[in-house]
């Protein structure tokens, strides 16, 4: 059952939009989508969430396969299994990164006679064109993951409470750091893209240790980078190697807001003959729970997945069939808060004048403590697929593969 909770913490971070998308009312014929199409469901309707049908397709929109390998490893498959199972036809597409291409993915949604859109965004500009031309056609739009500030705002924003998440990255760095003993530790912030709403909340919460240490002088905020497009063609690399030559190799911790900038941090320290430094991640990626086994990554951020997308393909069934997104029962606890389309700032409340519901997930820190108890236990992550190749010579490996 939800629980109403108002606020959210938030500083830092304009929205910005592209140019307006073509006009979609202009196709004549539905082409078919840019990686790979989810299952379609015989029975064409689906029970939503406290009564009602959903007669129409439901399709989700995802971002690409190289900023995280979540969308495609986990997302997509958590998403046609709900909807399979709801009887609900369905369309899962990729726009591998491309905006021009997404919009087109949802061009031939709203020309489908899609009931409901799941977008994950590739920037908040596109994104925003892409909700307000299918409302402007009717058709409801369940913001994923990623908010987009600046559009007139989904019918519900999906996610993880974000500000927490970065919050969650400084409760397990900050004693690893102070354990230095640096007077002061050299601290990196490599940043998400500035397209990304996200990147702004997640540094929010890891922000605000950062800033308190930063006063009290124990600790040197030496670079502050947002990484553009998360660092899908290897950015976070060139930009953690110029750091390092700035800084004259010279530090002592990074908060990386995902496992891929992780990696990529990783690859410029070793090149460097730097580290391992307190690093922080997120995703719970088979990559990032394999560094932080060798010692290379602290931690890793698990949002799982699975909740994630049983929410928003419950929240999307519900409005499917005319009812409130808001209202939806899971298995997996959330809570509904109110964020505001036009900046993505805190509401007072859920509802509201440019007010979206924003169902938020709690998200969970994985050290090599617990691993075990969270991914492995959960299976969002397998024994086999952590233990392969120098990995498997780790203690954690050794008694468990």
């Not at 030559?245 to 090149?271: G, H, P, R, S, W």
């Not at 969270?374 to 697929?385: P, Q």
Request: hydrophobic share 40%; glycine share 12%; net charge negative.
């Amino acid at each position: 059952m939800t629980r109403l909770l108002y606020g959210l913490k938030r500083s830092g971070g304009a929205g910005w939009r592209l140019a307006a998308l073509l006009s979609v009312f202009a196709l004549a014929a539905v082409a078919a989508g840019c990686g790979g199409g989810g299952t379609s469901a015989s029975s064409g309707t689906a029970a939503g969430t406290g009564g009602g049908t959903c007669d129409k397709p439901i399709w989700v929109l995802l971002p690409d396969s190289a900023s995280s390998p979540r969308w495609e490893s986990d997302d997509r498959p958590y998403f046609d299994k709900a909807f399979t199972a709801a009887g609900a036809e369905h369309k899962i597409v990729n726009a591998e990164n491309d905006a021009a291409t997404q919009q087109s993915q949802a061009e031939q949604a709203i020309a489908a006679g899609a009931g409901v859109i799941v977008l994950v965004s590739l920037d908040t500009g596109s994104g925003g064109a892409i909700i307000d031309s299918a409302k402007g056609a009717g058709v409801q739009v369940i913001e994923y993951d990623r908010f987009n500030t600046g559009s007139s705002g989904g019918a519900a924003y999906v996610s993880f409470d974000n500000v927490q998440v970065g919050a969650t990255m400084a409760e397990v760095l900050e004693p690893a750091i102070d354990a230095l003993g640096k007077s002061p530790a050299n601290v990196v912030e490599l940043n998400g893209g500035e397209e990304d709403n996200n990147a702004f909340l997640f540094k929010d919460g890891y922000d605000a240790t950062v800033q308190k240490h930063v006063t009290d002088g124990t600790w040197k905020l030496v670079a502050d980078q947002f990484v553009p497009g998360w660092g899908a063609n290897g950015e976070g690399q060139t930009i953690m190697e110029q750091i390092l030559t700035k800084e004259n190799n010279k530090v002592d911790a990074v908060f990386a807001a995902n496992d891929n900038l992780a990696q990529q941090a990783i690859n410029a320290l070793e090149a460097a003959g730097i580290g391992p430094v307190p690093l922080s991640g997120q995703d719970a990626s088979a990559a990032g729970i394999q560094n932080i086994l060798l010692g290379k990554q602290t931690m890793t951020v698990y949002k799982p997945i699975q909740a994630e997308a049983d929410v928003a393909s419950k929240a999307a069934l519900a409005l499917c069939a005319g009812k409130d997104p808001s209202a939806i029962q899971s298995e997996f606890d959330f809570q509904t808060i109110g964020i505001k389309a036009a900046d993505g700032k805190p509401a007072e409340s859920p509802t509201g004048d440019g007010v979206v519901p924003y169902l938020a997930l709690t998200p969970i820190g994985v050290t090599v403590d617990n691993i075990a108890d969270t991914v492995i236990k959960d299976k969002f992550r397998t024994i086999a697929e952590v233990c392969t190749g120098d990995t498997l010579n780790t203690d954690f490996c050794k008694a468990n593969s």
